[in-house]
């Protein structure tokens, strides 16, 4: 039998562990990348009920071109690729006013260009195999803008904007290209995921109060987050589907209503909206 290979991006925990987990028990040859090393054994010991024999651990730093050059050293020696999952990335949180530029970039070297980086030493692979499919896990931040996550917001808006583009390059040479697009998931992206400016929060903030309110409204809503693992059988379903799959997928509580109503809502409605509700 001839094993599938799916690598996966930024492995050692949220949705990337539960993609681990599912294409292991599907029966994929897994090549899970890690940041550094100390995440190994924090990905091996949540994987210790599991078959690993078809397992692979790779470091690999996505914002990184060196890190990105010795990965493409190793996909040469694997044949075929059959699935990417683009998933590597975490948030930068602060106010626009109050971020520097170097914070903005901090975020697109991961989120966008670490995405186009991993992509690029894959997809030669794709094209002459002329199949493929490549999952870049997007966010609804990537359709709806937020207070205080400007640079993630306008990361995910970049990747869907390039995604879109890629799938219509690829479409002639059997390779697909899909978003995922979560709505808020119990995972650590607002945790240990979470790059927090260094004046968000301070009470000489003139967005201090902002601040709160947001702050108050991610406890608040936190108990209702969704379960990772609805969003990991999605991806599995995409992968093995023998269908063509759509661009875009949305999941989670609320998503496809939210963007409904940004789309249809004049945008000094929506504006009223969102604030109402980050006023509660």
């Known amino acids: 039998m001839i094993r599938k290979t799916v690598i996966i991006t930024g492995a050692s925990g949220g949705f990337g562990m539960v993609f681990t987990k599912l294409f292991l028990q599907a029966g994929y040859h897994v090549v899970a990348t890690i940041r550094n090393e100390a995440k190994k054994q924090i990905l091996l ?37 059959d699935v990417l999952i683009n998933n590597a990335g975490f948030a930068v949180a602060g106010f626009s006013e109050e971020l520097t530029v170097d914070e903005y970039m901090l975020q697109f070297e991961t989120n966008f260009f670490g995405v186009i980086r991993v992509t690029n030493t894959i997809l030669p692979i794709m094209r002459k195999q002329n199949s493929g499919r490549i999952v870049n896990i997007s966010s609804i931040s990537g359709l709806i803008g937020f207070p205080g996550l400007s640079p993630y917001v306008s990361s995910k808006h970049a990747l869907e904007g390039y995604t879109e583009s890629l799938r219509l390059e690829m479409i002639s040479f059997g390779v697909d290209v899909v978003l995922v697009e979560p709505g808020s ?27 709160q309110k947001l ?36 999941i989670g509580k609320g998503v496809r209503v939210t963007v409904f109503l940004k789309r249809l809502l004049p945008w000094r409605l929506w504006e009223k909206l969102v604030l109402t509700q980050l006023n509660k």
């Open 185 to 211: 998931f119990q995972t650590n992206i607002w945790s240990s995921g979470t790059y927090m400016s260094a004046q968000a929060g301070q009470d000489h903030s003139p967005y201090s109060k902002m601040f």
């Open 45 to 81: 010991n949540e994987l210790r009920d599991l078959d690993t024999k078809c397992l692979t651990i790779k470091l690999l730093d996505v914002s990184d071109t060196p890190s990105v050059n010795e990965f493409e050293r190793f996909v040469h020696t694997l044949g075929s690729v």
């Open 215 to 250: 702050s108050s409204r991610l406890n608040k809503d936190s108990h209702s987050y969704g379960n990772p693992q609805e969003v990991g059988k999605l991806v599995l379903e995409i992968a093995t589907s023998t269908t063509t799959p759509s661009l875009r997928y949305k």
